[in-house]
């Protein structure tokens, strides 16, 4: 389940009705499936709604971690700063989601300047159209901080085939996100890839 209440999110996402995972369970799939796996490594990624607010999470990224197997979640990223300092250890890949409805935009962005230097850090700016601007704006911000990648999400229909209502502003920045952000991101240091990257390479070489 997840603390907050997106109104572009289904509410299974967050009105309590699915049970939190049993602990023994997880555990018992993780052994078989880095067994069966082996000598290879094993990338396990965790989403929710907010898997940061499982009881069991820090134990489990414990075992994980201790059978030589790597951590990932999707966040958003609500928990406090002392949680990400003291849980940062234990992950290898961080996608975090920044959601206008409900999201700190101040807290949201301290959290990646925690990371960004340590874990491969990846952000998702959920584009609501009301509030087009007011993410556009945050996405800069986020893109100045460096050593992330970022992907501004424009929203579909309860996670359907209908897009938003976007208006054609809205649609030619999503469309030349690229340009307008990702071309811009400046590296220092370098991570290994865990979810797979693709780099786009047109007919002229651009």
Known sequence: TCNFEC???????HDGSKRWPEL???KNFVSKVVEQVAPRKVYFEFTGGEVTLYKHFTELCEFITSLDAKVGLISNSSRTIKW?????QFFDHVCLSFHPEEGDEEHFINVVKLLNNDIRTHVNIMMK????DFCYAVANKVKDVGNISIALQPLIHDFGDQLYDYTD???RILDKQHDLITKHIKFDTSFEYYRGAMKTISKDGE
Not at 7 to 13: K, M, V
Not at 129 to 132: A, V
């Open 169 to 171: 502003i809205q649609k």
């Open 24 to 26: 023994g369970a997880i």
């Open 84 to 88: 990400w300092e003291s849980h940062k």
């Open 129 to 132: 159209p009301e509030k087009f």
């Open 7 to 13: 109104s572009y999110c289904p509410p299974g996402l």
